[in-house]
């Protein structure tokens, strides 16, 4: 075990990067929320949309 201290940015850039891995998790919201990471485009408002353009597609293929 290392005793190395993650940064915060260094703890969210794994998340992130993993999240897809997480048992549980939907695909699609996981990739969509770590792209919108990598663009630091992370935002309570992108997430919203974001979210919302997915619950479109979800109805759409129903």
Do not use: C, W
């Amino acid at each position: 075990m290392s005793n190395e201290v993650k940064s915060g940015k260094e703890i969210l850039d794994d998340f992130f990067k993993e999240i897809g891995n997480i048992p549980n998790v939907d695909k699609t919201l996981a990739q969509s929320l770590a792209t919108l990471y990598e663009q630091g485009k992370l935002t309570d408002t992108n997430v919203k949309n974001e979210l919302h353009t997915l619950r479109e597609q979800d109805a759409d293929q129903n």
